[in-house]
């Protein structure tokens, strides 16, 4: 079977998945995949439980936010650029407004009640 | 509530009460009422007949937590119009324990080269005495503190600026003391730094001994909002000790920014830097557990903050280099210069703090000169000189002391990334167009922080328009502004908005808080409303000082160069950006 390589970015406390235990600022590491290959076999390849990520790029485009994570099932290609921070990490809504999304988020944080104006979705996070 | 005015022209100074048109006002609404109300809007920035204005906000020097903010406003010699610039420094609070809700310098010396400082003490209200400053001028700023704390005291709070304001420049900042008594709290944007060096002003000191507090008109209510701010803190992941900003300060933003391909790199020529995480809050933060040998939390700006979002670098042998270095700093110096060498990237911070220049403004004309072929990208030795040079004033310095602007001009560069003179801030308006609209139309040029995100609220005053489409964008960037400059006002450090937006009563603790000190009632729509009039006021005075809409466009070179990863430009149409201010 073909596999694809994918170019992972590991952030914070994550940069432990890319391969050396210690390491916390960040890491990076290509990952070989089979063709036809989801975010959530990165995840699992990788060791990292889907609710230790927070924010989220695929190719520059966000995919996830703390709580919100519609991206489980999308395909990854060869090449691509696959980002995990950390959930200490943050990324105020007027610093992403009108930031380009993949479609499965755009439609995501649609359909949240607010537009998408928080930080966090999750039930564990503060959220009145 | 006092109005201190102090005239330079003889060194007099008048204690007044509070008139009752400026009552209700503080913070940004006043510094921006008060400069509306009395400098000529076509005033040379640096003559006699520009003002400076400093107020602290409402709930500034009570119990309210992250609130020890300053405003610092007058007319730009950098825009050509009305500025406002804020620090948290304890300087705020002391001004407003001493009731003082507006201290304002006016008139010029004659002398030009001799420089004062102020002493402000309490004595039944405010005194002010005058004294010879001029022996304390053109040396690094961390050498002449010292000397003052020991002249005055170590309780007094100390305001100042640099070198760069003494030579004039239009990228010079106002300097306050922080926690630890370093100059480093900056109201930094504007060259308002230049207005205080032009009045001959090179200290303001105060000495709050005696003085009474601030007067809160219902306490009951104080203490309310006062619970649900501070239960909003210290709950939320970002602002709550040891989240996100206590753990990595605001430069946890750089990989951020970086991977949404939104980092300006080597004078906005790349959205993507690829040593970026080589400067952001992590690495810092791991730098500095591994130099320190334990894991090092931030610091408070000023006093009574909970969220403690100041960091500190430390070179390789423990000591000191720089303390605060921001997300902005970080990025102006660093990524957008090609600077990854976090070291050198620390000592050009620390440099800024020295000669009282704004980090920002300094690393985007840094840029600038670099893509001129002045220095190579990168060269973080040769930048560390430019600064120097600035620092010393010679003729290529003073160049680059007028900022970004001129310094294009000087070199014929056409990638020049300012609006209405002011350079564009760590945020890719090609990558985020959200930020590109209040870029555009802000009253105080390309601003980062002139248009936060505060309460879900403010989606009701929107309507039904969709925020992803133009339109939208409009919209929300006009209630940003509105809300933002009501936070402005109020004295909080504008980080309080990451809780209050996600928390509620967070928000609902901040009107109380206010309506505590005041003994208002205002509520949630009575935040945009006030915001909408300070945005009114500073926009006629920029139309009268000849700014008009006109200038609320980006730089040309945004609608026209794609910028790489995601290789798109600009595309908010014009009448979106006309659309912001047109229905205010
Ligand atoms: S959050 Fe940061 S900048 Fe704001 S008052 Fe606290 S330490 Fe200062």
């Given at each position: 079977m073909n596999t694809i390589t994918v170019d992972t970015w590991l952030y914070g406390e994550l940069a432990r998945f890319g391969g050396n235990p210690e390491e916390r600022i960040f890491a990076n590491r290509k990952v070989s995949l089979p063709e036809g290959s989801r975010l959530q076999d990165l995840l699992n390849i990788l060791g990292m439980r889907t609710e230790e990520r927070g924010i989220t790029f695929i190719n520059g485009q966000l995919s996830a936010m703390p709580g919100l994570q519609p991206d489980l099932d999308h395909p990854l290609h060869d090449g691509d650029r696959v980002a995990f921070f950390h959930l200490r990490s943050m990324w105020p809504f007027q610093y992403r407004h009108g930031v380009t999304m993949i479609q499965e988020m755009q439609k995501a944080i649609i359909e949240t009640d607010q537009m998408g104006l928080h930080h966090a979705y999750s039930k564990d996070q503060p959220k009145e | 509530m006092y109005l201190v005015r102090v005239n330079m022209t003889n060194r007099t100074y008048q204690v007044t009460e509070v008139p009752e048109k400026y009552k209700y006002l503080a913070g940004r609404a006043l510094t921006s009422n008060i400069v509306a109300d009395e400098v000529p809007p076509l005033a040379h920035p640096l003559g006699p007949n520009n003002k400076l204005i400093f107020s602290p906000g409402f709930v500034t020097g009570?119990?309210?937590?992250?609130?020890?903010?300053?405003?610092?406003?007058?007319?730009?010699?950098?825009?050509?119009?009305?500025?406002?610039?804020?620090?948290?420094?304890?300087?705020?609070?002391?001004?407003?324990?001493?009731?003082?809700?507006?201290?304002?310098?006016e008139g010029q010396p004659e002398e030009k080269d001799k420089f004062w400082g102020l002493h402000i003490t309490w004595d039944g209200k405010p005194k002010v005495e005058f004294f010879d400053a001029t022996a304390y001028t053109k040396q690094p700023l961390s050498k002449v503190y010292p000397p003052i704390y020991e002249k005055f005291g170590e309780r007094v709070s100390v305001c100042s600026?640099?070198?760069?304001?003494?030579?004039?420049?239009?990228?010079?900042?106002?300097?306050?003391?922080?926690?630890?008594?370093?100059?480093?709290?900056?109201?930094?944007?504007?060259?308002?730094?230049?207005?205080?060096?032009?009045?001959?002003?090179?200290?303001?000191?105060?000495?709050?001994?005696?003085?009474?507090?601030?007067?809160?008109?219902?306490?009951?209510?104080?203490?309310?909002?006062?619970?649900?701010?501070?239960?909003?803190?210290?709950?939320?992941?970002?602002?709550?000790?040891?989240?996100?900003?206590?753990?990595?300060?605001?430069?946890?933003?750089?990989?951020?920014?970086?991977?949404?391909?939104?980092?300006?790199?080597?004078?906005?020529?790349?959205?993507?830097?690829?040593?970026?995480?080589?400067?952001?809050?992590?690495?810092?933060?791991?730098?500095?557990?591994?130099r320190k040998g334990k894991e090092i939390f931030n610091h408070a700006c000023s006093p009574g903050c909970i969220i403690q979002c100041s960091n500190t670098v430390y070179a390789e042998d423990g000591s000191e280099i720089t303390s605060c270095l921001e997300y902005e700093s970080a990025w102006s110096l660093g990524a957008n210069c090609g600077i990854s060498n976090l070291d050198d990237l620390a000592m050009l911070n620390h440099l800024c703090n020295e000669y009282g220049l704004d980090t920002i403004e300094t690393g985007t004309t840094l840029a600038v000169a670099m893509e001129a072929g002045v220095i190579p990208f990168g060269d973080s030795k040769a930048a560390i000189n430019l600064v120097h040079e600035m620092g010393k004033g010679t003729p290529l310095g003073r160049i680059l002391g007028s900022g970004t602007e001129t310094t294009g001009r000087v070199y014929g560069i056409t990638r020049v990334p300012t609006v209405k003179g002011q350079s564009i801030p760590a945020y890719e308006p090609r990558a985020v167009k959200g930020i590109g609209i209040t870029y555009a139309t802000s009253t105080m040029g390309a601003d980062h922080t002139a248009g936060y995100t505060i309460a879900p609220e403010i989606l009701g005053v929107m309507g039904k328009v969709d925020p992803l489409s133009p339109e939208g964008k409009a919209a929300l960037s006009r209630a940003f502004q509105a809300t933002t400059a009501f936070i402005d006002s109020s004295g909080h450090c504008l980080f309080i908005a990451f809780a209050i937006l996600d928390i509620a009563s967070g928000y609902q603790g901040m009107i109380e808080e206010i309506n505590g000190v005041l003994g208002t009632n205002w509520t949630a729509d009575d935040v945009v409303k006030f915001g909408a009039e300070v945005l009114k006021v500073e926009r006629k005075f920029n139309e009268a000082a000849g700014i008009t809409k006109a200038a609320d466009r980006l730089p040309e070179f945004m609608k026209q160069e794609p910028l790489p990863p995601h290789n798109t430009v600009f595309d908010v149409p014009d009448e979106a950006l006309d659309a912001v201010y047109a229905e205010l």
């Open positions: - | 009570t119990s309210a937590p992250t609130a020890a903010r300053i405003s610092v406003g007058g007319k730009s010699p950098l825009t050509g119009g009305i500025k406002e610039a804020n620090a948290g420094t304890s300087w705020g609070a002391d001004l407003a324990v001493m009731q003082i809700r507006g201290l304002i310098i600026v640099g070198a760069a304001a003494e030579y004039g420049y239009c990228n010079s900042g106002v300097c306050f003391n922080d926690q630890s008594k370093r100059p480093s709290r900056y109201a930094g944007r504007g060259g308002l730094g230049a207005v205080m060096a032009s009045k001959g002003v090179k200290f303001i000191v105060l000495d709050r001994q005696g003085a009474p507090g601030v007067e809160i008109a219902d306490k009951a209510l104080f203490e309310e909002g006062r619970k649900k701010m501070i239960d909003a803190l210290r709950t939320h992941a970002i602002t709550k000790p040891k989240g996100g900003l206590n753990s990595y300060g605001t430069a946890i933003l750089i990989n951020i920014m970086n991977e949404a391909g939104g980092l300006p790199t080597k004078n906005f020529s790349s959205g993507r830097f690829e040593e970026a995480p080589k400067i952001a809050g992590e690495a810092i933060f791991e730098t500095n557990k591994v």
